[in-house]
Nanobody, 126 residues
Framework: VQLQAFGGGLVQAGGSLRLSCAASGRTSSVGAMGWFRQAPGKEREFVAAIKWRAPGTYYSNSVKGRFTISRDNAKNTAYLQMSSLKPEDTAVYYC????????????????????WGQGTQVTVSS
């Protein structure tokens, strides 16, 4: 499975951005898609995840209520709609895919993801 993330950019605090992650290859094996982010000098952290063939979305507390993860199975694409952005949301955002039929606990852990896309930079100015 190959993943390509795009949609990052520079936005003012309070603004919005939508990230996309397009999957190709053996997409039939995908069980969940997730978004992670890494700020300068910090470890990569979980942002949001969505089950690929069943209902189920999960968010970190830091983005809950501001970010929305969604998917379009026909396009093999996951989205991360980010609203009310804050300077602390500045990071490189990565999308990832997990195969099989993952449970919620595994969807929160980056070590459980099998495929990763390249990062896309999101910068929020104050």
């Amino acid at each position: 499975v190959q993943l390509q993330a795009f949609g990052g950019g520079l936005v003012q605090a309070g603004g919005s951005l939508r990230l996309s992650c397009a999957a190709s290859g053996r997409t039939s094996s995908v069980g969940a898609m997730g978004w992670f982010r890494q700020a300068p000098g910090k470890e990569r952290e979980f942002v949001a995840a969505i089950k690929w063939r069943a209902p189920g979305t999960y968010y970190s507390n830091s983005v809950k209520g501001r970010f929305t993860i969604s998917r379009d199975n026909a396009k093999n694409t996951a989205y991360l709609q980010m609203s009310s952005l804050k300077p602390e949301d500045t990071a490189v955002y990565y999308c990832a895919a997990q195969t099989g039929n993952p449970i919620m606990s595994s969807m929160l852990l980056e070590t459980k993801y099998d495929y990763w896309g390249q990062g896309t930079q999101v910068t929020v100015s104050s």
